[in-house]
């Protein structure tokens, strides 16, 4: 034989047998997937090397995720370093002028959140609520009303005290003026009457006179409708208000009586948080009126959840088991799946493996031919 073919037959082996022999290993990383069985003796080097090792490589990307891709480092710089909050912020702003601008109703849309309480929920809800109130109520106890109204909120009464005199007299008017007004006053010359001895029967007949009754109810009228009433009962009801001020709320709630004050609450509850009628509201209804109040108070809300996230970011991480959770995922993830997708990624590296293999085979070749040429 020819030294030359020789030399080209040597390359030619050494090239095939580098490359397959990388292939071969290439592909004997995924296939077969299953154990092949001749008899009871299974062929060696089956399952491939990654579904044999299928369930060790889901539990090391579990740790690998856990322990090196999410930790509560690596979030903390993500959330410091990126526009996290701005974004977030940004997302609920959008969120809230969707609402704002839906034609959706509250239970429609609590329904589709599954956020709207049955009838159930719903006394649930108000007996939360109640419990709330009196609690906060309970921790003001020993506190003067001034303390805990608002200054707004006092400022408000204080100003509707002018205003309150006059509707109190011009009520009083009018029951005067009514036939159960007029009834009270008769009753009351009568009893004035049984006061006077043995003049009561003479005195009876007189002031029981319609005329006589009429004209005293006039009287009434007349005075109340006096300026100068409406100035003295303001000054004494500016006066009652400041001094009640100084009260503590354990004592403003014995003189209203503790049964009186939850009556209080149950009806402000009651006519206050009615299900039936928020449910029926339209979202935009509902929000508009709190849009601009609400949108203030983003920014320091997402402020805090940042905050809240970034304190309890560990504890939360270790609840959630990233490392079962990656490890179940990468387990029931199939191994040709598997396959497509590292090959997807890798396969030009692959080839040149294979290339690579050949090359150094054909190399191999040509060197085993220049001995043997050189042996003869």
Do not use: C
């Not at 410091?80 to 977030?88: D, T």
């Not at 009561?200 to 409708?225: C, M, P, R, T």
């Not at 009652?240 to 209203?256: A, N, P, R, S």
């Not at 509902?286 to 309890?312: D, G, H, S, Y």
Request: charged residues 25%; glycine residues 8%; proline residues 3%.
């Amino acid at each position: 034989m020819n030294w030359w073919l020789l030399f080209i037959l040597q390359v030619v082996i050494g090239a095939f047998i580098g490359g397959m022999t990388n292939e071969l290993a290439i592909r004997m990383l995924f296939r077969p997937y299953k154990a092949i069985y001749l008899g009871k003796w299974r062929l060696p080097f089956t399952p491939g090397l990654i579904p044999k090792r299928h369930e060790e490589l889901a539990r090391q990307m579990g740790k690998l995720v856990e322990n090196f891709l999410i930790t509560p480092e690596g979030i903390r710089k993500m959330l410091k370093k990126g526009k996290v909050e701005q974004e977030v912020e940004a997302w609920i702003q959008r969120k809230l002028g969707e609402l704002a601008s839906s034609d959706e109703t509250v239970f429609t849309f609590g329904s589709r959140l599954g956020m709207f309480p049955s009838r159930e929920g719903q006394q649930v809800v108000k007996g939360s609520i109640k419990v709330y109130i009196e609690q906060k109520i309970g921790q003001t106890a020993h506190l003067k009303l001034n303390e805990v109204l608002p200054e707004r909120s006092r400022q408000m009464i204080m100003d509707k005290v002018p205003v309150l005199a006059p509707f109190l007299l011009e009520r009083i008017s009018q029951y005067v003026a009514s036939d159960e007004g007029t009834r009270m006053i008769k009753q009351m010359l009568s009893n004035l009457a049984g006061g006077l001895g043995m003049f009561g029967g003479l005195a009876g007949v007189l002031l029981a006179d319609e005329k006589i009754v009429a004209k005293v109810s006039g009287s009434l009228e007349s005075s109340l409708k006096n300026d100068e009433l409406k100035e003295r009962l303001t000054a004494i009801l500016a006066r009652e208000l400041e001094q009640l001020g100084e009260k503590q709320v354990d004592e403003v709630i014995h003189w209203l009586g503790e049964k009186n004050i939850e009556q209080l609450i149950d009806m402000i509850i009651e006519k206050m948080i009615d299900f039936d009628v928020i449910g029926q509201q339209k979202l935009q209804t509902v929000l508009t009126p709190l849009l601009p109040t609400i949108r203030k108070a983003v920014p320091q809300f997402v402020a805090n959840l940042m905050a809240w996230v970034e304190t309890n970011l560990e504890e939360g991480l270790q609840k959630l088991n990233l490392t079962q959770i990656a490890s179940s995922q990468v387990e029931a993830f199939p191994v040709h799946r598997l396959e497509d997708m590292i090959v997807s990624i890798t396969g030009k590296e692959l080839k040149m493996i294979t290339v690579l293999g050949a090359l150094l085979g054909g190399v191999i070749g040509a060197v085993q031919a220049v001995i043997v040429l050189f042996a003869k």
